[in-house]
């Protein structure tokens, strides 16, 4: 298919082509124009194929045996491109390098930029780090964004961002974003924290220290960046020891970021009364690799004998421990002994149990009339909790129970007939659950019963 190449009417016999694909062979031909019209064609002209202009090669230059030729083209694209900020005129964008550079270092990269409705991209800037912002947008307007790396061979093709970007102000609520929150620093020593946040608009912050507004002398300062909260302490103090509260505010919402300030001194001078003393102390500086999981306190008494044994308290409930101990005299401190084994700090515990003599599994016979009394001791580790019924369901409200941590004791005065029957004792705690019963019958015989019978298992049945 021919097609025109020349724009308008060439004076002359002489016409340079241009726009041409390179390695493609064209054929061309030439008509004449006059005011009556345009003439038939020329004969086409051989094939042309489209290259720079070439010379026969030179001689070659020889190497030495060993070394290598360096092959250099251009550069892959750049990576994935990410947008890292929008204000209301301008785009900051940041990329990754190409995966392969050509050979050559990359020198350079291009930005282009390309408006909505447009047609055509065009060169925003040039760059030699792998981020730009281009400034100079028209807010509310919708632009998208490519790059492509330069290096001495030429440009790679561009890499184009995924979506279109609006510019115009972000909102964003304010975020913190903190690695840990305690801080220490030892006494007399200097302490920088620096909080990295994130907030569109800018957010106002404030800072609290124990509940009360945090104040700047000439050693203690605060204040904030675009992007960084800071606070500084110069030579601290035991007073600058606290719970530090940021509150962050903007139009989007509100965050605190919590900053706990730890400064190690040597232990104070211990609080004493007439049988106790009360010892402070930071922690190491050096904690040893590992979690520190708690202190050895150690005393020796000066005035009296030592003792050799020792009630160690205020542990921490199922925690696992172990003990050592050494002796001390005016030379110095023995050898520590190792306590054989682990101990678990907790409440020993034992299975319920209802001490009642064989006795008692037989049938209790008692007069109409009298008073039934029967006492149980009762074992266990936490004290169980005690519960009698009479054939499986509630006592009825004339009896009388009391429970203590070692025993249990059921009261019926006036027996009658309605009071004949089983009489079960159920002991339970965390670590089980005992049951024992009593088969209680009430006599019609007119003969005499003893007044008192006492039952090895402390149990006694007292007639009245």
Same mark, same amino acid.
């Given at each position: 298919?021919?097609?025109? %190449?020349?724009?308008?009417?060439?004076?002359?016999?002489?016409?340079? +082509?241009?726009?041409?694909?390179?390695?493609?062979?064209?054929?061309?031909?030439?008509?004449?124009?006059?005011?009556?019209?345009?003439?038939?064609?020329?004969?086409?002209?051989?094939?042309?194929?489209?290259?720079?202009?070439?010379?026969?090669?030179?001689?070659?230059?020889?190497?030495? @045996?060993?070394?290598?030729?360096?092959?250099?083209?251009? $550069?892959?694209?750049?990576?994935?491109? @990410?947008?890292?900020?929008?204000?209301?005129?301008?785009?900051?964008?940041?990329?990754?390098?190409?995966?392969?550079?050509?050979?050559? /270092?990359?020198?350079?990269?291009?930005?282009?930029?390309?408006?909505?409705?447009?047609?055509?991209?065009?060169?925003?800037?040039?760059?030699?780090?792998?981020?730009?912002?281009?400034?100079?947008?028209?807010?509310?307007?919708?632009?998208?964004?490519?790059?492509?790396?330069?290096?001495?061979?030429?440009?790679?093709?561009?890499?184009? %961002?995924?979506?279109?970007?609006?510019?115009?102000?972000?909102?964003?609520?304010?975020?913190?974003?903190?690695?840990?929150? @305690?801080?220490?620093?030892?006494?007399?020593?200097?302490?920088?924290?620096?909080?990295?946040?994130?907030?569109?608009?800018?957010?106002?912050?404030?800072?609290?220290?124990?509940?009360?507004?945090?104040?700047?002398?000439?050693?203690?300062?605060?204040?904030?960046?675009?992007?960084?909260?800071?606070?500084?302490?110069?030579?601290?103090?035991?007073?600058?020891?606290?719970?530090? %509260?940021?509150? #962050?505010?903007?139009?989007?919402?509100?965050?605190?970021?919590? !900053?706990?300030?730890?400064?190690?001194?040597?232990?104070?001078?211990?609080?004493?009364?007439?049988?106790?003393?009360?010892?402070?102390?930071?922690?190491?500086?050096?904690?040893?690799?590992?979690?520190?999981?708690?202190?050895?306190?150690?005393?020796?008494?000066?005035?009296?004998?030592? $003792?050799?044994?020792?009630?160690? &308290?205020? #542990?921490?409930?199922?925690?696992?421990?172990?003990? /050592?101990?050494? &002796?001390?005299?005016?030379?110095?401190?023995?050898?520590?002994?190792?306590?054989?084994?682990?101990?678990?700090?907790?409440?020993?515990?034992?299975? $319920?149990?209802?001490? !009642?003599?064989?006795?008692? /599994?037989?049938?209790?016979? !008692?007069?109409?009339?009298?008073?039934?009394?029967?006492? !149980?001791?009762?074992?266990?580790?936490?004290?169980?909790?005690?519960?009698?019924?009479?054939?499986?369901?509630?006592?009825?409200?004339?009896?009388?129970?009391?429970?203590?941590?070692?025993?249990?004791?059921?009261?019926?005065?006036?027996?009658?007939?309605?009071?004949?029957?089983?009489?079960?004792?159920? &002991?339970?705690? +965390?670590?089980?659950?005992?049951?024992?019963?009593?088969?209680?019958?009430? +006599?019609?015989?007119?003969?005499? #019963?003893?007044?008192?019978?006492?039952?090895?298992?402390?149990?006694?049945?007292?007639?009245?």
């Amino acid at each position: 298919m021919w097609y025109r %190449i020349s724009k308008g009417l060439v004076k002359g016999n002489i016409f340079k +082509s241009s726009g041409l694909e390179d390695g493609v062979a064209y054929e061309f031909r030439v008509m004449a124009e006059n005011m009556a019209g345009i003439g038939k064609p020329s004969k086409a002209s051989e094939p042309i194929l489209a290259l720079d202009p070439v010379d026969p090669p030179g001689q070659p230059v020889p190497i030495s @045996t060993g070394e290598s030729v360096k092959v250099s083209e251009k $550069p892959q694209p750049p990576g994935k491109i @990410t947008l890292k900020d929008v204000t209301k005129n301008s785009v900051t964008l940041s990329w990754e390098k190409p995966e392969h550079d050509g050979g050559s /270092r990359v020198g350079c990269y291009v930005v282009e930029i390309l408006p909505k409705g447009a047609d055509k991209w065009t060169q925003a800037l040039i760059v030699k780090e792998t981020e730009a912002t281009i400034s100079g947008l028209n807010a509310g307007e919708e632009y998208m964004f490519r790059v492509a790396a330069r290096n001495e061979k030429g440009t790679s093709d561009p890499r184009q %961002i995924g979506v279109p970007v609006i510019v115009k102000d972000l909102v964003i609520a304010p975020a913190v974003k903190m690695l840990f929150n @305690t801080f220490t620093v030892l006494a007399g020593e200097d302490l920088k924290v620096e909080v990295p946040y994130i907030a569109r608009p800018k957010a106002t912050v404030s800072w609290v220290k124990d509940g009360l507004p945090l104040k700047r002398t000439s050693r203690v300062n605060f204040g904030a960046t675009d992007t960084m909260l800071n606070l500084t302490i110069n030579e601290a103090t035991k007073d600058d020891v606290g719970h530090y %509260i940021i509150t #962050l505010t903007n139009t989007a919402g509100e965050t605190k970021a919590d !900053i706990g300030i730890v400064v190690l001194d040597k232990p104070g001078q211990p609080d004493t009364t007439r049988t106790s003393v009360f010892l402070s102390w930071g922690k190491p500086i050096s904690d040893g690799g590992c979690e520190i999981q708690g202190y050895i306190v150690e005393c020796c008494s000066t005035t009296a004998e030592a $003792p050799t044994k020792f009630e160690v &308290a205020n #542990l921490k409930e199922n925690q696992a421990y172990k003990f /050592r101990v050494c &002796a001390i005299n005016k030379v110095g401190v023995g050898e520590h002994a190792d306590v054989a084994g682990i101990v678990v700090a907790k409440d020993r515990a034992d299975e $319920p149990d209802l001490d !009642i003599d064989p006795e008692l /599994r037989k049938i209790v016979t !008692i007069k109409a009339g009298a008073s039934l009394r029967l006492f !149980i001791p009762i074992k266990g580790r936490p004290t169980p909790t005690i519960k009698w019924d009479k054939d499986e369901a509630p006592l009825k409200e004339s009896a009388q129970v009391e429970i203590t941590s070692s025993y249990t004791l059921l009261v019926i005065d006036k027996m009658s007939r309605n009071d004949s029957g089983k009489y079960t004792v159920s &002991a339970e705690n +965390s670590s089980g659950t005992k049951s024992a019963f009593v088969v209680v019958r009430l +006599s019609t015989s007119s003969g005499s #019963l003893p007044r008192t019978v006492m039952v090895k298992a402390m149990v006694w049945i007292h007639l009245l």
